[in-house]
T-cell receptor
Framework: GAVVSQHPSRVICKSGTSVKIECRSL??????MFWYRQFPKQSLMLMAT?????????EQGVEKDKFLINHASLTLSTLTVTSAHPEDSSFYIC?????????????FGEGSWLTVV | DAKTTQPPSMDCAEGRAANLPCNHS???????VYWYRQIHSQGPQYIIH???NNETNEMASLIITEDRKSSTLILPHATLRDTAVYYC????????????FGQGTTLQVKP
């Protein structure tokens, strides 16, 4: 299937700093990507929809100024966690829509573990 | 909120078929049923999806009831590597990639 790649897979940052996570579609173009967050032993929670060339759409309760999303090209979306705090430590996952014969399929990246110390 | 309900956990013997049920009684006519699984500390892996016909691929089979209010994912010969959390998801809108995850079913395949 289509491949979505995230980088870095793990990152540790100090409280108060910002950290950027990249999401790339490797063999297809994605005008729309999605960012999720997952805390331990919980399900994935949709944070925002990343739209190429326009502003991201955030889910209710997600701070857009804290979680900056940029989708500057058809193969790359970035999530920047600004002024990170320990409670932002989580597993961040992106997904993208890949076209297919039987309807579009959504593929996920490998995820990025963020630890804020 | 997720539009699906699944049992929180199931066990299956290695080599046997694993049948994972999912209820989606409020599904709309143009909404697809998707199945993903997540192995610990990894991103979700796509398994299969369907609209109203039964589907089969190299990983699994998807059986959707005629009224589309429920479905069953079948792993025909479960292995230890199939131990994971399985998510049944109704896709919001026919062309969006927005997936709302429920709690899923934790499948434990035992030797």
């Amino acid at each position: 299937g289509a491949v979505v790649s995230q980088h870095p897979s793990r990152v540790i940052c100090k409280s108060g700093t910002s950290v950027k996570i990249e999401c790339r579609s490797l063999d297809f173009q994605a005008t729309t990507m999605f960012w999720y967050r997952q805390f331990p032993k919980q399900s994935l929670m949709l944070m925002a929809t990343s739209n190429e060339g326009s502003k991201a759409t955030y889910e209710q309760g997600v701070e857009k100024d804290k979680f900056l999303i940029n989708h500057a090209s058809l193969t790359l979306s970035t999530l920047t966690v600004t002024s990170a705090h320990p409670e932002d430590s989580s597993f961040y996952i992106c997904s993208a829509i890949a076209p297919g014969a039987s309807g579009n399929t959504i593929y996920f990246g490998e995820g990025s573990w963020l630890t804020v110390v | 909120d997720a539009k699906t309900t699944q049992p929180p956990s199931m066990d299956c013997a290695e080599g046997r078929a694993a049948n994972l049920p999912c209820n989606h009684s409020t599904i709309s006519g143009n909404e697809y049923v998707y199945w993903y699984r997540q192995i610990h500390s990894q991103g979700p892996q796509y398994i299969i999806h369907g609209l109203k016909n039964n589907e089969t691929n190299e990983m699994a089979s998807l059986i959707i009831t005629e009224d589309r209010k429920s479905s069953t994912l079948i792993l025909p010969h479960a292995t230890l590597r199939d131990t994971a959390v399985y998510y049944c998801i109704v896709r919001v809108g026919s062309n969006t990639g927005k997936l709302i995850f429920g709690q899923g079913t934790t499948l434990q395949v035992k030797p």
